[in-house]
């Protein structure tokens, strides 16, 4: 990987919370633009969709054997979140980063803009996670989830054989009809399930793997409260880290030296706290 010198504030002018299905197809960076080394490949899902993957790895030297799969909420692609991994690797995280079908370079998907998910995008995150369990050397995986993402993380966590370690969570989605709800009111909109609420309820109550929620003051909907009553029910390990801001703006709220480098270190603290 080539040093990056990563900016206080990149220009992130595009917005990563549409609060319904919004794929695009067009990637506004790619690791390289950075300086970034990273391998592109696709990765093959049960029922034949081509997922593009981008994996960047650390320096051997930074490695902490600590894979961080991605799964970005409902609008964009997975380019609109380079400057992001780019924190990560710095601190010796391998990030792979994919377009959910659909999305990006991914296939072709005929997408439901009116859905708050897909339920396909699950069987994407879990063809992802299952390659990088078999390819990439590591010593703990781990799902970085974004809004959307975190219904899928959930369930995917929720699954007793998944190889999935811990949760690294902003804008938890603690209840998806709760979540239809709330964006159909507050931003006029007509979204829908794909499935019954309830399997999601029950996703919610099985993760007893490691679970770090950054969770903001002014998220209207996905909220700190939410966040806070999903911690009080947990046995397992949860916690809640509070920023000033709005939805899935954690990054931004948290840059001291570099962008993203106070996050990155409450994920570090986590999982140094929560090591085996």
């Known amino acids: 990987m080539k040093k990056v010198l990563l900016m206080l504030f990149p220009l992130l002018t595009i917005s990563i919370a549409a609060s319904a299905i919004n794929p695009s197809r067009q990637y506004i960076n790619t690791p390289d633009s950075l300086g970034l080394e990273y391998q592109a490949l696709e990765v093959s899902t049960p029922d034949g969709c081509a997922l593009n993957t981008w994996i960047l790895a650390p320096n051997p030297e930074k490695d902490n054997e600590t894979v961080l799969v991605l799964a970005y909420g409902d609008a964009g692609n997975m380019s609109h979140f380079v400057y992001h991994a780019a924190a990560f690797l710095q601190q010796g995280f391998t990030v792979v980063a994919f377009d959910y079908r659909g999305f990006g370079k991914s296939s072709d998907f005929p997408i439901r803009t009116d859905y708050l998910y897909h339920t396909e995008f699950l069987d994407d995150l879990s063809a992802v996670v299952a390659y990088a369990e078999a390819n990439i050397p590591h010593r703990r995986l781990g799902i970085w989830a974004l809004s959307m993402g975190t219904i899928l993380a959930t369930q995917a966590a929720a699954r007793e054989e998944a190889p999935i370690d811990f949760v690294l969570a902003e804008g938890f989605v603690a209840n998806t009809r709760q979540q239809v709800s709330r964006i159909n009111a507050l931003k006029g909109k007509t979204v829908i399930l794909p499935e019954p609420a309830s399997r999601y309820r029950r996703a919610v109550r099985r993760v007893k793997i490691p679970l770090l929620v950054f969770a903001a003051t002014e998220d209207e909907i996905t909220t700190l409260a939410d966040a806070e009553g999903l911690a009080a029910g947990k ?23 570099g962008f993203g480098d106070g996050y990155v270190a409450e994920v570090i603290r986590f999982l140094q706290e929560n090591d085996g």
Not at 239 to 257: E, M, N, P, T
């Open 235 to 257: 046995q397992s390990p949860c916690r809640v880290i509070q920023y000033k801001g709005g939805h899935l703006r954690g990054f931004q709220a948290l840059s001291k030296r």
